[in-house]
T-cell receptor, first 113, second 112 residues
Framework: NAGVTQTPKFRVLKTGQSMTLLCAQD?????MYWYRQDPGMGLRLIHY???????AKGEVPDGYNVSRLKKQNFLLGLESAAPSQTSVYFC????????????FGPGTRLTVL | AQSVTQLGSHVSVSEGALVLLRCNYS??????LFWYVQYPNQGLQLLLK??????LVKGINGFEAEFKKSETSFHLTKPSAHMSDAAEYFC??????????FGTGTKLQVIP
């Protein structure tokens, strides 16, 4: 049981480049989330999904897009990276309901120059 | 609307001393409250969760937290700090039809 995995672990982009972060979970969870973590700001929700084929905006969605074509995968895309998107990105999943524990991946450290 | 306030972004304790990390919440619905721990270069993992079954919640690694509705608090404690407790701790609040909201975190330093 791998839990939640994230690819890649590190990435450096130039301003304007695009990239996709992949999150995969093998726990058959319905809910999946993308967060960004910045010093002194805790975790902020970017987008989330309550099931295959559905996505919704979180607290800070601008500049990001997501897709959930398969239940086990949740992709986060940056179409035109900006320095303000330099952050550590975490994916999480949970059994259906906001009242349940979230299981987190190890994170992706992204630097945009 | 809901929010979480963690008092103190950094807390230092001596090894063997009491650990107290403070969390106050605001919620318009009966809250579910969580404490997560993040070790360096890792994701968050659940320490404990309050779901209204009992006000004193015991978690992993000897941690516990007490829900006090009158004080809107959910402070995390451990009687005796260990070097391995050095990490960042996040309080979070949720509720029916509410997304989880995380606090800004408290970094715990344990001094030998």
């Amino acid at each position: 049981n791998a839990g939640v995995t994230q690819t890649p672990k590190f990435r450096v982009l130039k301003t304007g480049q695009s990239m996709t972060l992949l999150c995969a979970q093998d726990m058959n969870h319905e809910y999946m989330y993308w967060y960004r973590q910045d010093p002194g700001m805790g975790l902020r929700l970017i987008h989330y999904s309550v099931g295959e084929g559905t996505t919704a905006k979180g607290e800070v969605p601008d500049g990001y897009n997501v897709s959930r074509l398969k239940k086990q995968n949740f992709l986060l895309g940056l179409e035109s990276a900006a320095p303000s998107q330099t952050s550590v990105y975490f994916c999480a999943s949970s059994i259906a309901s906001e009242l349940n524990e979230q299981f987190f991946g190890p994170g992706t450290r992204l630097t945009v120059l | 609307a809901q929010s979480v306030t963690q008092l103190g972004s950094h807390v230092s304790v001596s090894e063997g001393a009491l650990v107290l990390l403070r969390c106050n919440y605001s919620s318009s619905v009966p809250p579910y409250l969580f404490w997560y721990v993040q070790y360096p270069n890792q994701g968050l993992q659940l320490l404990l969760k309050y779901t209204s079954a009992a006000t004193l919640v015991k978690g992993i690694n000897g941690f516990e937290a007490e829900f006090k509705k009158s004080e809107t608090s959910f402070h995390l404690t451990k009687p005796s700090a260990h070097m391995s407790d050095a990490a960042e701790y996040f309080c979070a609040v949720s509720g029916i039809y509410q997304k989880v909201t995380f606090g800004t975190g408290t970094k715990l330093q344990v001094i030998p």
